[in-house]
């Protein structure tokens, strides 16, 4: 079954760029949307963005001056960049596939599988 | 932005007993849009619901959804040991696309 991997680095400095990458196994890349969501230690799931394999993205507009997202069919990776970080951006990342299924003339979304997730922490 | 409101906050019950969770969100949703999600900790959230109603693949009959246009449940039925964790619905929109309750904790008693 498919599976995600998030990686990157773990500590990331304020001000700059925290980068990371979803790794897809078990399945192919393309034809999805994938979601990038983050979770600070205690709170509740904040949605990031999301991107086509095709290349087109939707941001959450709380964040979408300071992200940007990437695929690489080639590689069945998609990456997330998020710029100026804070300790605010402090979180979990999690990567999900963004699913969509229509029958009957209904859509239906949901997210599934995700990754484990990574924990990123902004300090100097 | 369609804001979903979770209630309660916490939910304190015992083994056996029925768990009801509630999603209220800002604006009427689709109920094809509003899935329900578990979260243990140091996992990530797994999807139990989606379309308001279906179950996910592998998700035991005593998770229901219910609910249309601004209300949601989540129900268990009978609390197993590992049904204690916390609990998100989530609903898909315009701008943004994806929001999140603030999730509901069903711990034991």
């Known amino acids: 079954q498919v599976q995600l991997q998030e990686s990157g680095p773990g500590l990331v400095k304020p001000s700059e760029t925290l980068s990371l990458t979803c790794t897809v196994s078990?399945?192919?890349?393309?034809?999805?949307?994938w979601s990038w969501i983050r979770q600070p230690a205690g709170k509740g799931l904040e949605w990031i963005g999301r991107i086509y394999t095709s290349g087109s993205t939707n941001y959450n507009p709380s964040l979408k001056s300071r992200v940007t997202m990437s695929v690489d069919t080639s590689k069945n990776q998609f990456s997330l960049k998020l710029s100026s970080v804070t300790a605010a951006d402090t979180a979990v990342y999690y990567c999900?596939?963004?699913?969509?299924?229509?029958?009957?003339?209904?859509?239906?979304?949901?997210?599934?599988?995700w990754g484990q997730g990574t924990l990123v922490t902004v300090s100097s | 932005e369609i804001v979903l409101t979770q209630s309660p906050g916490t939910l304190s019950l015992s083994p056996g007993e029925r768990a009801t969770l509630s999603c209220r969100a800002s604006?009427?949703?689709?109920?094809?849009?509003l899935a329900w999600y578990q979260q243990k900790p140091g996992q990530a959230p797994r999807l139990l619901i989606y379309?308001?109603?279906s179950r996910a693949t592998g998700i035991p009959d005593r998770f229901s959804g219910s609910g249309s246009g601004t209300d949601f449940t989540l129900t268990i039925s009978r609390l197993e040991p590992e049904d204690f964790a916390v609990y998100y619905c989530q609903q898909y929109g315009s701008s943004p696309k994806w929001t999140f309750g603030q999730g509901t904790k069903v711990e034991i008693k």
């Open positions: 604006q009427s949703v689709s109920s094809s849009y």
């Open positions: 078990g399945g192919s890349i393309s034809s999805y949307y």
């Open positions: 379309g308001a109603s």
């Open positions: 999900a596939r963004d699913e969509r299924y229509c029958t009957n003339g209904v859509c239906y979304n949901w997210f599934d599988p």
